[in-house]
């Protein structure tokens, strides 16, 4: 019986990894004089992954998207992950943050390589105490193995804003269990 | 001179656009001080990774049973997984780029790597492995069986994803993948749905057999209570598609970058490979469950009257899990 109850064990944790699609990502919490406005992501995806994707957005076939199909492209990528915050994490004291949309959004292919940016914007106006809140970027479902390249995400402010940011693990984060644990946070405090 | 002057001034803004973001800084800080009162439990979560010795160290080592399960090894374990599948699919896509520029020599490692990628990815879930367990744990099956089943719901899970793929690029071409995406996650709805009532189905023969044990415990023999449970083709090829049906991903992925560089013999080729792969993982599962339920078969049977009992909490066992593998993999 024990033997079964470690197997199911295993069974269930086994169940964790599966990923489908892999991602390469940078992160930048991004500031202007009113506080903190949101995250700029950099995602490249796998090759067999980006390449499907960018060759249903690209209609024309011209190895470029503009227009409609930047639009296309936004709505198969990014539409469908709108309820889950585009897989932005911001966590400001005991909650999540809602974001209230993505803009620029831009797409290009880098050596086969599908490499999307844009803003996803959140609200933490600026005080002169230190606020603080913990960036993740990552898919908790695992279907997008993301993977952060956290010595290059950081934070963009003006001059007027003290910014103070450094990147960890997110053990102790009770609020963050649901991700796995090569999963890393940006955490950042800023005040006037 | 006057374009020397406007590159002075576009170096000068370049110098003030960087000066304006000086004002960041990378460095590890403490929550204390200030914010301390505001802070609760959950939310201090950031000091517990500060280094240095605080009181609220003692509050961080309260929290870390909670998520001890992050440093186990057996995490490591899947994140390599991750790492490996990442690692072989960059592979498959280099050799496919490979072939497509003439080298037609690495098509064995192509496949060899299409195997191992295959082998690795059904360890994830929405492949079957719970089904397969918790069905012989409800179920009375042999070696054969166990086999069937796992090779089964492999096979339907690619042929699905292949047939989907296929008949969605015939009408979309290039425009397939979101498509064959939105498909997918209805019929994995359906299918999750199913697996579900299929649970729901053997709990509910597992409490009819209990019912019928104790009504009439002086006629009914305990070998008639387990023979009842005995499994058969119908019911496995009826599993094999309820739980295989959602195509896989994966698979459609591959196979689709093979089609966008127009090799559709490569493309079935890697598919069959693929799921050659994905059978020998679930196949071992289907082994694995035959021998669990031999064991406790063998067990059950040292206790004789009893044996009707055990068959019966492991068959509510296995619809349980079905069924809880069905409604995880829905929510």
């Known amino acids: 019986m024990r033997l079964f109850f470690l197997f199911l064990v295993l069974l269930s944790v086994m169940s964790w990894a599966h990923p489908h699609v892999f991602a390469d990502v940078t992160v930048q919490a991004v500031f202007d004089e009113t506080g903190f406005i949101g995250v700029q992501n950099h995602w490249e995806y796998d090759e067999i992954y980006g390449t499907s994707m960018f060759a249903a957005a690209d209609a024309n076939g011209d190895g470029l998207l503009s227009g409609k199909e930047l639009e296309s492209l936004k709505n198969a990528v990014l539409a469908p992950l709108a309820g889950q915050n585009y897989y932005n994490y911001v966590l400001s004291g005991t909650k999540f943050l809602k974001t209230t949309g993505v803009e620029n959004f831009q797409a290009k292919n880098k050596d086969g390589r599908l490499v999307l940016d844009y803003l996803v914007r959140f609200s933490i106006p600026v005080s002169k105490d230190y606020q603080f809140f913990v960036v993740v970027v990552a898919d908790p479902t695992f279907y997008i193995s993301v993977t952060t390249d956290m010595e290059n995400s950081g934070a963009k402010a003006p001059d007027a804003m003290e910014v103070e940011y450094y990147d960890d693990n997110l053990e102790g984060l009770t609020l963050m269990k649901s991700f796995r644990s090569d999963v890393e946070g940006l955490y950042v405090r800023f005040k006037k | ?331």
């Open chain 2, 1 to 331: 001179m006057r374009s020397s002057v406007a590159a002075l001034l576009v170096a000068l803004l370049l110098l003030c656009a960087q000066f304006s973001f000086s004002a960041v800084t990378k460095k590890k800080f403490s929550m204390d001080g200030s914010t301390a009162s505001a802070e609760t439990a959950e939310s201090i979560a950031p000091s517990e990774i500060v280094e240095s010795k605080t009181p609220s160290d003692s509050v961080a080592q309260d929290n870390q049973s909670v998520v001890s399960i992050h440093d186990s090894h057996v995490f490591c374990l899947t994140e390599n997984f991750a790492d490996q599948q990442k690692m072989l699919r960059e592979n498959i896509a280099a050799k496919i780029t490979a072939m497509k520029n003439g080298e037609s020599g690495v098509v064995w490692t192509f496949l060899l790597i299409c195997f191992l990628y295959g082998m690795l990815h059904a360890l994830g879930p929405g492949h079957g492995k719970s089904i397969v367990v918790g069905y012989f744990l409800a179920r009375n099956g042999k070696w054969k069986h166990g086999v069937a089943l796992g090779a089964g719901i492999t096979f339907t899970h690619t042929l699905s994803a292949v047939i989907l793929l296929f008949v969605l690029y015939g009408i979309l071409k290039a425009a397939v993948f979101p498509t064959f995406e939105l498909g997918r996650q209805g019929i994995e709805k359906v299918s999750y749905g199913l697996v579900c009532f299929t649970g729901l189905l053997l709990i509910g023969i597992a409490i009819h057999d209990l019912v019928k044990l104790l009504k009439n415990r002086k006629t009914v023999s305990p070998s008639n209570v387990v023979e009842s449970k005995n499994t058969s083709w119908k019911e496995l090829i009826g599993v094999a598609a309820v739980t295989g049906i959602v195509p896989c991903p994966a698979v459609a992925l591959i196979v689709l970058f093979c089609l966008l560089n127009s090799m559709v013999g490569l493309a079935l080729a890697a598919a069959a490979v693929i799921c050659i792969g994905m059978m020998l993982t679930n196949v071992m599962f289907g082994i694995a469950a035959i021998a669990l339920k031999m064991g406790i078969d063998k067990g059950a049977a040292k206790t004789g009257w009893l044996a009707a009992y055990i068959h019966i909490v492991a068959s509510f066992a296995g619809g349980l899990v079905v069924f809880l593998a069905g409604l995880f993999m829905l929510s």
